[in-house]
């Protein structure tokens, strides 16, 4: 049983730029949830997604979207980069939407220059 | 913003002796978990409590919870240097299925 991966690791944008990020959710885990943590700050929800479609958000602008496949693994989408969306960008699967446990990946650290 | 509050911020002890995490939170939750993350990276699933239990264990981890009092506490025993690491609390309200996480107790074990 794999865990959940992300990738890139890194990455450096400029201001104004656009980035994808990805996530392989756990195997058997039909949902994936986005949450951004600032340095020193706990994981904000940006998103979730079950079975491809969106399953709650929260008070992100819509320049963060995402995309859930058939594989159940995401995307998260940020358009129009800001100095602020520097962080680290964490994934998280679970076997269903009402189960609460999480099981994280290792993040994406995101530098906005 | 966010739903947990956790007291203290951060906390040094010498290894060997417990740490006692608290966490506050406003509004009534389905269950409560605590997570812990080292070095800033993924977080790690420590234990779940639901609003209907009022103590939990798992190895050296005691959980309590007071919904009365709306709060928890994470008890880690007979501390070691590899528990040095943020330790956040996470809520799920009855109303829909987002997590929400609180700032997080920075723990430092000192040998």
């Known amino acids: 049983e794999t865990g959940v991966t992300q990738s890139p690791t890194h990455l450096i944008k400029t201001r104004g730029q656009q980035v994808t990020l990805r996530c392989s959710s756990q195997?058997?885990?039909?949902?994936v949830s986005w949450y951004q943590q600032a340095l020193g700050q706990g994981p904000q929800f940006i998103f979730q997604y079950y079975r491809e479609e969106e399953n709650g958000r929260g008070n992100f602008p819509p320049r963060f979207s995402g995309l859930q496949f058939p594989n159940y693994s995401s995307e998260l989408n940020v358009n129009a980069l800001e100095l602020d969306d520097s962080a680290l960008y964490l994934c998280a699967s679970s076997i269903d939407r009402r189960v609460g446990t999480q099981y994280f990946g290792p993040g994406t650290r995101l530098t906005v220059l | 913003s966010q739903q947990g509050e956790e007291d203290p911020q951060a906390l040094s002890i010498q290894e060997g002796e417990n740490a006692t995490m608290n966490c506050s939170y406003k509004?009534?939750?389905?269950?409560l978990q605590w997570y812990r993350q080292n070095s800033g990276r993924g977080l790690v699933h420590l234990i779940l409590?639901?609003?209907?239990?009022r103590e939990k264990h798992s190895g050296r981890l005691r959980v309590t919870l007071d919904t009365s009092k709306k709060s928890s506490s994470l008890l880690i025993t007979a501390s070691r240097a590899a528990d040095t690491a943020s330790y956040f609390c996470a809520t799920s309200g009855s109303r829909d299925d987002k997590i929400i996480f609180g700032k997080g107790t920075r723990l430092h074990i000192l040998p």
């Open positions: 195997s058997g885990h039909n949902t």
């Open positions: 509004t009534s939750i389905n269950n």
């Open positions: 409590i639901r609003s209907n239990e």
